[in-house]
């Protein structure tokens, strides 16, 4: 019998926690909307220049002087990206607004743009 009280008592916690963590974990997320604009400000420059009949290089150079003038405070995150092979920048973009808006973020135009070359 003080094995089944036991087994009830751990069950209980048990349930008390994890109804915890789920309640916690939906209302505890933090959207930074500064970093969040930052990186939408980003993907629309993206998306401006993908539409552009220019060669590689005017696009490149369009690209970091729309974001050094643009975006700012985004400057040292673009120079570590700009030196990872193409097939990795749109991951190391996403990976890293993430982690600074502190929910999930897609852009489709940096995809694109790096999809592409």
């Known amino acids: 019998m003080s094995q089944i009280i036991l087994y009830s008592k751990i069950l209980l916690i048990?349930?008390?926690c994890v109804g915890s963590i789920a309640c916690t974990d939906q209302n505890s997320v933090e959207i930074n909307k500064e970093a969040e604009a930052s990186y939408n400000r980003l993907?629309?420059?993206y998306?401006?220049?993908?539409?552009?009949?220019?060669?590689?290089?005017?696009i490149a150079d369009r690209l970091v002087t729309r974001i050094y003038s643009e975006v700012p405070e985004l400057t040292n995150?673009?120079?570590h990206i700009f030196s990872a092979p193409p097939q990795k920048t749109y991951g190391l973009y996403k990976q890293v607004a993430?982690?600074?808006i502190g929910i999930p973020w897609e852009c489709p135009a940096i995809?694109?743009?790096y999809t592409l070359k």
């Open 14 to 16: 048990y349930c008390f």
């Open 43 to 45: 993907c629309k420059i």
């Open 47 to 58: 998306d401006d220049l993908n539409h552009l009949k220019l060669s590689d290089n005017e």
């Open 77 to 79: 995150v673009t120079k």
């Open 98 to 100: 993430e982690q600074d």
């Open 111 to 113: 995809k694109e743009y």
